[in-house]
C-alpha cells in the first residue's frame, strides 16, 4: 500500500509540473507532499507493526494511517482532475511524464465524451436544472484508476520496488 502511495506521490508531482494554472499546480503539489508524508507514516507503522507483532494498538494506528493515506490519494486525484481540466503543458522525452500524460489524455477523453451524451440527451426539468434521478455521474480520475487491471507480473512481491519501474507500471 506505501509503495502504491508513493506512485500516486510521484503521479500528483509530474501533473504538477505540468500544470498550465499555478493556482492548480500549487494545489496538487500541496496534496502530493501531504500524501508523501501520511505514506512515510504509513510505511514506519506497518515496519514497526512487522516487528512488534499482533496489538490491538498497532492493528488500529496502522488502520488509521491507512484511512489517511486513501484520503490523501482522492485528494490528490481530485486536483490532479483540476489540473487536467485547466491544462497542461507539453511532456518532456520522460516516459513517466509521457505515460502520465498520456493516461490523464484518456479521462480528458472520456469527460468530453460524458459531457457530449449529456448535452445532446438532457435531462432537464422546465427550469433547465439538471434531473438528478437516472443521470450518470461524470468520470472521474478515480474511476479510470480502478478500471484497470492490476498488471501483477509487474508488481514486486516484495513492497520495495524495483529500479528502473516507471509509476505506470503498477496499479494505482
Known amino acids: 500500500m506505501a509503495s502504491d502511495g508513493q506512485l500516486v506521490v510521484k503521479f500528483g508531482k ?22 508523501q508524508s501520511i505514506n512515510s507514516q ?34 490528490v486525484l481530485r486536483a490532479a482532475e483540476a489540473a487536467c481540466v485547466k491544462g497542461l503543458g507539453q511532456a518532456s522525452a520522460d516516459p ?11 479521462w480528458r477523453k472520456n469527460l468530453t465524451q460524458h459531457r457530449a451524451k449529456e448535452a445532446l440527451n438532457s ?3 422546465e427550469l433547465g436544472l439538471r434531473k438528478t434521478r437516472g443521470a450518470k455521474a461524470e468520470p472521474t480520475l478515480m474511476s479510470l484508476v ?27
Do not use: W, Y
Open 14 to 35: 509530474i501533473l504538477a509540473k505540468r500544470c498550465l494554472d499555478h493556482r492548480c499546480s500549487m494545489e496538487l503539489l500541496h496534496a502530493a507532499e501531504h500524501t
Open 42 to 75: 504509513l510505511s514506519i507503522v506497518a515496519r514497526v507493526k512487522a516487528v512488534t507483532g499482533e496489538s490491538k494498538a498497532s492493528s488500529e494506528l496502522l488502520l488509521s494511517n491507512v484511512q489517511n493515506l486513501i484520503r490523501a490519494v482522492q485528494h
Open 96 to 106: 513517466e511524464e509521457e505515460a502520465v500524460a498520456a493516461f490523464c489524455q484518456q
Open 123 to 125: 435531462d432537464r426539468d
Open 146 to 172: 480502478q478500471e484497470q487491471p492490476p498488471r501483477s507480473r509487474n508488481i514486486p512481491k516484495h513492497p520495495n520496488p524495483r529500479k528502473g519501474h516507471t509509476i505506470m507500471d503498477r496499479h494505482l
